[in-house]
């Protein structure tokens, strides 16, 4: 089982930028698709970017063009370079596997707090 450790969340301006990183205690992101998600307090968590074992991504259309995902699989590391941020984007993100919880411990780590207020 691997953990993961997301950071870089914090407090934004509306059009600001933030990345989050995701780190993993082991080699994950090679095997299982992997992806961003996030939970806004009193909706359902949801997942915003994915990518593949083979690298190819998806976002979800609210974050289309705004975030990117990148992983670097030599570090076990991924991250999530999000751009014109929205008050809507202010949620706890997770970095987890697609479907999430496969091969990783606990399900849901502590997740990252991002934000975006004036």
């Known amino acids: 089982q691997v953990q993961l450790v997301t950071s870089g969340g914090g407090l934004v301006q509306p059009g600001g930028s933030l990345t989050l990183s995701c780190a993993a205690s082991?080699?994950?992101?090679?095997?299982?698709?992997m992806g961003w998600y996030r939970q806004a307090p009193g909706k359902q968590r949801e997942l915003v970017a994915a990518?593949?074992?083979?690298?190819?991504?998806n976002y979800a259309d609210s974050v289309e063009g705004r975030f990117t995902l990148s992983r670097d699989n030599a570090r076990n590391t991924m991250s999530l370079q999000m751009n014109s941020l929205k008050p809507e984007d202010t949620a706890v993100y997770y970095c987890?596997?697609?479907?999430?919880?496969?091969?990783?411990?606990?399900?849901w780590g502590q997740g990252t707090q991002v934000t975006v207020s004036s």
């Open positions: 082991g080699s994950i992101f090679s095997i299982y698709a």
């Open positions: 990518i593949t074992s083979g690298g190819n991504t």
């Open positions: 987890n596997t697609v479907p999430p919880g496969v091969g990783v411990t606990p399900m």
